[in-house]
């Protein structure tokens, strides 16, 4: 199997199976809300497109940010801390971050798409292998030198090759990274040091995240492997 590393500005080359990682926080928090119920979270690439879409889709809200904050209309933010304490049976979301979900808007020649991270890793893997593909794409969002998306997808990438890797070393990467460090800061307190835990619970969750795309629109549900 091949592995390839793509970011923002090259993963509309990426075909095949291609899995758009996003650690902190988008994809952490959106496998939080299914979780808490939610139905279906449809990703957008900007705060217009979620309110725009948000009054026209019944029994939705919006969620993400904008600097990491939620931009105004929106319903919810970017937080598995403040997510875990909503009620969101039957709701569809509609998702617009700075990272995450431009990635997956950005996959264009995607054959297969999934958003992930670390509380999904286990069952991201057993989607992916039934389709034994010859090819794997991660799409580092945050780039680079964000470290903790890159130490899913090598973490991800361990996991396809049959290995066990240890996951002590892969959650010290997510608290050193550039993007944990105002979540250790207590003069931010919206940005909750409790998200890091949330967001290195390793497996929390038994289902993966695929993204369909319909009529221009990305649909990403809770699918159990």
């Known amino acids: 199997m091949k592995f390839n590393y793509t970011n923002l500005e090259t993963c509309h080359t990426a075909t095949g199976v291609v899995l758009v990682i996003d650690v902190l926080r988008a994809f952490s928090n959106a496998a939080y809300a299914f979780s808490r119920g ?111 998306d890159v130490a899913c997808a090598e973490y991800l990438e361990a996991l396809l090759k049959g290995q066990n890797p240890g996951t002590r070393s892969f959650i010290k990467r997510v608290y050193d990274s550039r993007d944990a460090i105002q979540h250790l800061d207590p003069n931010q307190p919206d940005f909750p040091e409790s998200d890091l835990d949330y967001c290195t619970r390793i497996n929390a969750f038994d289902f993966a995240m695929p993204i369909t795309r319909k009529n221009n629109q990305l649909t990403m549900q809770a699918i159990k492997p």
Do not use: W
């Open 38 to 148: 939610a139905k279906e979270i449809i990703l957008v690439s900007s705060v217009e497109e979620a309110l725009a879409l948000k009054a026209q889709v019944p029994n939705s809200k919006a969620m993400g940010e904008v600097g990491g904050l939620p931009p105004k209309g929106f319903d919810f933010g970017n937080s598995p801390t403040q997510i875990l304490e909503e009620e969101l049976t039957g709701l569809t979301l509609i998702q617009r971050t700075g990272a995450g979900t431009q990635g997956a808007v950005r996959c264009v020649n995607a054959d297969v798409l999934l958003a992930t991270s670390f509380t999904v890793a286990g069952a991201t893997i057993k989607h992916v292998l039934k389709m034994v593909p010859s090819e794997v794409t991660f799409v580092i969002t945050g780039g680079y030198n964000n470290d903790e």
